[in-house]
């Protein structure tokens, strides 16, 4: 059944395009890495190769390949592919490099650009209008895809002429006035995009994984891009596409024609061994799978698969090596060899360990690529057994319609008002539905709560679940954006509105003792004998220990007064004392001292105190 439902699938699509393969399909491909007044670009150039090797493996007639082109060389490959695009059914242009908008408006920049002020824009950039005219005179499809939503570094350092002149973050939203027209961004307006950590950018990656797909529609193949670059830089990048096509698929690479059932029956029987190969899984297998069918969609799919194992049996080698190594450094160091031997065993332990790295790195990428070809696989025959169903019920209810209508002549009277509302019943039951998927609940409450972490308006982690945390976020983001979102539902609109938003809306909100310092929060530290205040500022602190004042004494003794107690006698407080043969005594209440004159108290009592008590 499944070669059936693939034989009919290729012979489906055989029939529907006709004369597809007589289709004229031209390509431009430009690449601008090394600028002369910026830092220069890693991956235009290596996106530029990867995607003009996948147009010509498609079979595209014509394909352009520019790189680093100077404003006169732009000109003149506009201008050049103009022309071809005249005789043409299918032109596309692909573009990597800096874009800017300015005002609304999509420039492409080249390599001999300087940008110093703001109207240099207008005389030393290509705007996308130019672009879009070079390619209008194709009679089908008018493709332009656009590598360009990079971080700009024009824009800093380029000055104003006149103040309110908008200068954009990314490429501004466009509409195509032409009909089939698209336009396909790496980042969608407003953001920029990213240069990845491997040779080439995710997006170029994801194209050619996805756009040379034989008879697959365009506007799938660039959705399945999208989710794909979503994917691989954490949901942070998200392509979008401008422009629309009319209700027909538009296959970017037309399905190869099958009309003949002995073909089908070798296709079967590739199909068979292949499947052998892949449950043995080692390169036995694919080698002898390889030598009886050298060519065509499964030997390729075998040759990657064979990448894989080639990158693993690297891999293990150098893991061995790098052992070795290690097991040497030890060995020599245990031993107490000479200082020279030891750092050469170290060195080539070293070596071996970052060979093992690199390896290990080869083996991933082979790893994902192996995997993503056997998706495509499956994709393929999946979706040819859904349209051998689709074409099996389509020529069942052909079939009803012809006996009905025989019936209907032979009886000589048209059929009843009955027999036509069941067939439009048939119908309606055979015909397939073409509604999409609906996104899932969590992977869009995840992408609005990683938007609301980047705005600064949510600080937990995104995990998809659509909690109280997540709801006062967006609450948040409502009160200093000026946005009424109910905080309860995570939909498209609150994303779309996040997405809008180029930096924070939220404010940094730090603890006591913290300042905001840029994106972060920071101990603020106080120096000796100062201290925070609940104010979150710096005071001076008194070292000294606290001394009662004349007026805290007054007040003590005031309290000790009005409470009736005394801490002191009444002596003490006059400072009198009297003394005599048997000591000394202080006098007593109600008592005071007066000196002894002579003659008054007897003889010899010149000079003493007396104690008087009256």
Not at 312 to 337: I, N, V
């Amino acid at each position: 059944m499944k070669a059936f439902g693939w034989f009919s699938f290729l012979l489906f699509i055989w029939l529907a395009c006709g004369s597809a393969h007589a289709e004229r399909r031209v390509a431009l491909v430009i690449g601008n890495s090394t600028y002369k007044s910026v830092p220069r670009l890693a991956n235009p150039v290596n996106d530029a190769a990867l995607v003009g090797g996948m147009f010509s493996k498609a079979g595209f007639d014509v394909v352009d390949i520019k790189l680093d082109l100077t404003v006169v060389d732009m000109r003149k490959a506009l201008r050049e592919f103009g022309a071809k695009a005249r005789d043409s059914d299918v032109a596309v242009i692909y573009y990597a490099g800096h874009g800017i908008e300015l005002d609304g408006n999509n420039y492409l920049i080249p390599t001999d650009a300087a940008l110093e002020t703001d109207t240099d824009v207008l005389d030393e950039t290509f705007p996308l209008d130019r672009v879009l005219f070079a390619i209008e005179p194709a009679r089908q499809l008018r493709l332009v895809i656009l590598d360009a939503c990079r971080d700009n570094p024009f824009a800093k350092t380029m000055k104003r002429t006149v103040a309110a002149r908008a200068i954009g973050r990314g490429l501004a939203k466009v509409e195509p006035a032409s009909p089939n027209t698209m336009i396909a961004f790496a980042a969608k307006a407003g953001s920029t995009a990213s240069d990845g950590d491997w040779k080439n950018s995710p997006f170029a990656t994801a194209l050619v994984e996805r756009l040379p797909i034989p008879g697959l529609d365009l506007r799938k193949a660039l959705g399945f891009v999208r989710d794909d670059v979503l994917k691989n830089t954490g949901y942070k990048q998200e392509p979008y596409v401008y422009g629309s096509l009319g209700g027909n698929d538009v296959p970017l690479v037309p399905a190869k024609p099958v009309v003949t059932a002995p073909q089908a029956s070798t296709l079967d029987a590739v199909r068979r061994d292949y499947e052998l190969a892949l449950q043995a899984g080692d390169r036995d297998g694919w080698e002898a799978f390889l030598r009886a069918f050298p060519d065509g969609y499964y030997a390729d799919l075998a040759k990657v698969q064979l990448k894989k194992i080639a990158a693993e049996e690297t891999r293990a080698a150098a893991a061995e090596k790098a052992r070795l190594a290690e097991e040497e450094k030890t060995r020599l160091a245990a031993s107490r060899a000479k200082k020279a031997e030891q750092e050469k065993a170290a060195a080539a332990a070293k070596a071996a360990e970052d060979a093992r790295l690199v390896a290990e790195r080869a083996k991933q990428i082979e790893e994902a690529r192996a995997a993503a070809a056997e998706q495509r696989r499956k994709d393929a025959e999946a979706a040819a057994t859904a349209l051998a169903a689709k074409q099996s019920a389509d020529k069942a209810l052909a079939d009803k319609i012809a006996e009905d209508k025989s019936a209907a002549e032979l009886a000589a009277r048209l059929p009843t008002e009955k027999g036509q509302e069941s067939a439009n019943q048939k119908v309606a039951a055979i015909a397939p539905t073409s509604a999409e998927p609906s996104h899932p609940p969590q992977e869009t409450a995840k992408l609005i709560q990683s938007e609301l972490r980047r705005v600064g308006c949510l600080s937990a982690a995104a995990d998809g679940d659509w909690n109280a945390s997540s709801q006062r976020s967006l609450l948040t983001f409502n009160k200093y954006a000026g946005t009424k979102f109910e905080a309860k539902l995570a939909t498209f609109d609150v994303l779309d509105a996040i997405k809008a938003k180029p930096g924070r809306v939220c404010p940094l909100v730090c603890e006591h003792g913290f300042k905001p310092d840029g994106e972060v929060c920071v101990k603020i530290n106080c120096r000796t004998d100062y201290r925070v205040n609940a104010e979150n500022e710096c005071e001076k602190t008194d070292s000294r220990k606290p001394v009662a004042t004349r007026d805290q004494s007054t007040t003590r003794e005031d309290a000790r007064q009005q409470s009736g107690k005394s801490t002191k006698p009444v002596a003490q407080r006059s400072g009198q004392m009297v003394c005599n043969g048997a000591g000394c005594r202080p006098v007593r209440p109600g008592c005071h001292l007066e000196v002894y004159q002579q003659g008054k108290h007897g003889p010899g009592s010149w000079g003493m105190n007396q104690e008087v008590c009256n």
